[in-house]
């Protein structure tokens, strides 16, 4: 079966300093994968999807950054965080158009 | 732009009664369809989907109705537990957005003992 991994759970971090975020996904070949955040009691917004490796789409202008450097591994990125960064970051996965299965999470405080 | 929205943000309901949770969407060229639970601090967790040529589809105790002349979505719950309090979310896409998911705020559901 296929699974997601997320890490790390939970990170704090200062502001101005850098993001590692990873993703990758077990079981499958060849997945779309995304990048989500979702602040507190808000719905998710899209922020990179990737149909391939090297091959990432940005949804909206931000201090991110997204890179596919393997089939299955994802990575969110960022050189210097902002206090509106934090958040709760989700990555996901779809092997046809539409159902998406969604990771554990990561939350990302900045302070 | 276009959106998916929930009616309510918050339901409470009794244990063992049939929940209901409604979902505007304003993209009449959505073709497919999801309800996501997610519970606190955890990933959203696919409950069922339906595509545009269906208007019903039932899976385990949840039974999704899309429809498309009004463009509303409902999730019916039959014999709400104490595990399905959650906050629920409904998620619309189509062929012509790439099939990118737009999620609505989401409903908060309260299953009172």
């Known amino acids: 079966s296929q699974t997601i991994h997320q890490w790390p759970a939970t990170l704090v971090q200062p502001v101005g300093s850098p993001l590692s975020l990873e993703c990758t996904v077990e079981?499958?070949?060849?997945?779309?994968l995304y990048w989500y955040r979702q602040a507190a009691g808000r719905g998710l917004q899209l922020l990179f999807y990737s149909v391939g490796i090297g091959q990432i789409s940005s949804e909206v202008p931000q201090n991110l950054s997204a890179s596919r450097p393997q089939d299955r591994q994802f990575i969110l990125s960022s050189k210097k965080l902002l206090l509106s960064d934090s958040g709760f970051y989700l990555c996901?996965?779809?092997?046809?158009?539409?159902?998406?299965?969604f990771g554990p999470g990561t939350r990302l405080t900045v302070t | 732009g276009e959106s998916v929205g929930l009616h309510l943000p918050t339901l409470s309901v009794q244990e063992g009664d049939n929940s209901i949770i409604n979902c505007a969407y304003s993209?009449?060229?959505?073709?497919?369809f999801i309800w996501y639970k997610q519970e606190s601090g955890k990933g959203p967790q696919f409950i069922i989907d339906i595509r545009s040529n269906m208007d019903k589809r039932q899976g385990q105790r949840v039974t999704v109705l899309l429809n498309k002349t009004v463009k509303h979505l409902s999730l019916q719950i039959a014999a709400t537990q104490p595990g399905d309090s959650a906050v629920y979310f409904c998620a619309e896409t189509s062929s012509s957005n790439d099939y990118k998911l737009s999620f609505g705020a989401g409903t908060t559901v309260t299953v009172r003992a």
């Open positions: 079981g499958t070949s060849n997945p779309n």
């Open positions: 996901a996965w779809s092997v046809f158009e539409g159902q998406q299965y």
């Open positions: 993209n009449s060229a959505s073709d497919y």
